[in-house]
């Protein structure tokens, strides 16, 4: 059995950009996520990008498959918003997005210390993210390394 170690972050999905991630985004829609990796990722890895992109309803589209199969493919379609993580750091990575649309796909891309990409993810299935919802959803995020061993 492979093992993993499990670091917790906090993704917001905002409506607006005047609200943050903390206490004053009380009663906005959100998105908490867990990232898990495996423990001989975990030394390697100093950051993470996360993506969001809005995906169509009927067609579902940009899928996982196209992120994890083509390592370039995140850059031809546009993200809607976008941050970054300091792994080791107490960081959030808050996404403000518009309610128009509310199915977003999640896509995460692993760096280190040089700067280099290592590792990535993608939440399979569509996320809607309901303005109405008293908590945040919550996902969990597997990151692989790349390309993988």
Sequence with gaps: MRRTSRNVL??????GALAGCGSEAEGLSGLSAALYLPQDLA?????????AYETDR??????CSKFLANTDFYDTVR?????TIVIGTNDTATLE?????????????????ANQFIAHGCIDGVIVVDP???????????????PPP
């Excluded at 997005?97 to 210390?113: C, E, K, M, T």
């Excluded at 109405?132 to 790349?146: G, H, I, K, N, S």
């Design 10 to 15: 906090r993704l917001c999905l905002l409506a």
């Design 58 to 63: 009927a067609t579902k589209e940009p899928s």
């Design 79 to 83: 993200a809607r918003d976008q941050a």
């Design 97 to 113: 997005l518009p309610h128009r649309g509310n199915v977003w796909r999640i896509y995460a891309r692993g760096y280190s210390f």
């Design 132 to 146: 109405q919802a008293a908590a945040p959803t919550e996902v969990d995020l597997f990151l692989t390394r790349y």
């Design 43 to 51: 030394a390697d890895l100093a950051s993470v990008t996360i993506y």
